[in-house]
């Protein structure tokens, strides 16, 4: 019996890698979109890569570990091993050396993640295109814009809700905030994942290379209408956001403006 489930145990690692190269190879294959959603931006090769890099490390450990158990529930079932069953207390060596390895292993990782690091959490851009506060709340993303003094907190704030548009090829920072519980403000094809907390201001930034219409989802669940706080990000050219921004400002105003009064 422990034959058979020494190749059952032997199928995980064979079928796991099997179905990581069709996946990891779906980019060709339409049908078969199960990988990374497109990178669109500036630094997301830096978190795909390290990603990978993790990926493979686990995947050795994962293979070699199935392959090792497979091994020996087939070398050692009962029914072929008579032998009685002797106590060994252990290798001191063997110890100090799984030890050292994982530990290793670690601190290659926690070295050679420092960059993408550095790139999206610690290097905020000095000068960024647009500036935007993004606030999430029970179940929708808030966003609010600076008016042409360039400050928030300004009678001629812009305000939106669940589209966030940016311009191409500029670097964004976002004033990322939570009204009422956790959230996450999640941009898969910009590689950006940063959880909202209540009280706080956290700075989010990136720079989008590609136009297009992506998601713009909570990643954490945040209460029973989680599943419908989607928006989207709308990426453009400078000219087409300066025109949404100036039809915004428009709308804003006919809207608070009363009757008759734009007239005096």
Known sequence: MAKYWSWLFFLVPVLGTALFWVSADSQSRPLLQHWFPRDVSEYGHVIDSLFMVILWLTGIVFIATEVALAWFMWRYEAHVNKKQVKFIHGSHNLEVVWTIIPAATLLFIAIYQMNAWAETKVREPDNPGVRVEVTGRQFEWRLRYPGKDGSFDTPDDLYAVNVLHVPVDEDIL????????LHDFFLPNLRVKQDAVPGMKIPVW???TET??????CAE??????YKMKGHIKIESRE???AWLAELKQKQHQAVTPPGEEEQ
């Open 212 to 217: 297009g219409v992506f998601d713009l989802v």
């Open 240 to 242: 087409e956001f300066d």
């Open 206 to 208: 990136f720079r989008a």
């Open 174 to 181: 976002v004033e990322l905030k939570s009204e009422d519980v």
């Open 221 to 226: 669940l945040c209460g029973w209408g989680h």
